[in-house]
């Protein structure tokens, strides 16, 4: 597949587009800028402070696991530049590329970080021409789709990464205890009979493992959302996948 298929692009995934850009506005209309700017990022900060930390604590976990200078990354739902923020106060040097559904938001990523690139895009597609990325990454992207969406995502990560490449994400799992309280608050939306402000899916490793195997990618690591020994501790899962180099 091409990231150039336009009758692919053009299928975008309507229900988390629309629920996003609903959520982010309702906070841009509500709230002082700064602190709807930090909400609005998938995993969300009550602070700024928060907001810094845990854009510190995803360059952490990225440099753990083979971020260096140069590389070309992906940030996949970037929002208004968590990430893009803490790499540039980290001093990484490298070429930058944040994709997101908001524009608001990437309007405030490139003025916070001037000269990273950003592209507007509401399908489950790489923006990037094959084997052309080092890193792809997206924190709790995966938590407001459906396991298909996902698996689009896979998939063209594994075509737009370089052999050797790898993509980083974190996601929801019903058997860590910690996640619970995410599963509680739709059954209470529910309940009340409320509907949710967006979706919030759960994943298990063995479909993630699945995923990988189908589109290409070596076999996948996990690391805890409380586990904190190689990088600060991010609640949500993390999994790593590799897209294999047979030249080596």
């Not at 604590?57 to 990354?73: E, I, P, Q, S």
């Not at 950003?118 to 997206?138: C, E, G, Q, Y």
């Not at 195997?213 to 904190?228: E, K, V, W």
Request: hydrophobic fraction near 40%; aromatic fraction near 10%; proline fraction near 4%.
């Amino acid at each position: 597949m091409r990231f150039s298929d336009l009758s692919f692009r053009r299928r975008h995934i309507s229900h988390s587009v629309k629920d996003y850009r609903r959520v982010v506005r309702r906070m841009l209309r509500r709230m002082p800028n700064d602190r709807a700017l930090a909400l609005a990022q998938s995993i969300g900060s009550e602070t700024m402070e928060g907001f810094v930390a845990q854009g510190d604590g995803h360059v952490a976990a990225l440099r753990h696991h083979g971020l260096t200078d140069g590389m070309t990354v992906y940030d996949v739902g970037c929002g208004c530049g968590r990430t893009a923020q803490a790499l540039r106060r980290s001093g990484w040097q490298g070429q930058y590329v944040g994709a997101d559904v908001v524009r608001e938001l990437l309007d405030e990523l490139k003025r916070q970080c001037p000269g990273y690139e950003t592209v507007l895009n509401t399908t489950p597609t790489i923006v990037a021409p094959d084997a052309s990325i080092d890193l792809v990454f997206h924190w709790s992207l995966f938590t407001h789709l459906y396991p298909a969406e996902c698996y689009l995502y896979i998939a063209d990560s594994y075509r737009a990464l370089k052999p050797g490449g790898k993509l980083v994400f974190s996601f929801l799992e019903m058997a860590d205890p910690a996640h619970n309280r995410v599963w509680q608050n739709n059954l209470d939306h529910l309940r009340r009979g409320d509907a949710g402000q967006q979706l919030d899916n759960f994943l298990h490793r063995d479909w993630i493992a699945r995923f990988a195997r189908d589109a290409g990618f070596s076999l996948p690591q996990f690391t805890d959302g409380s586990d904190g020994s190689n990088h600060p501790q991010l609640w949500q899962a993390l999994a790593v996948m590799e897209k294999p180099d047979v030249t080596r």
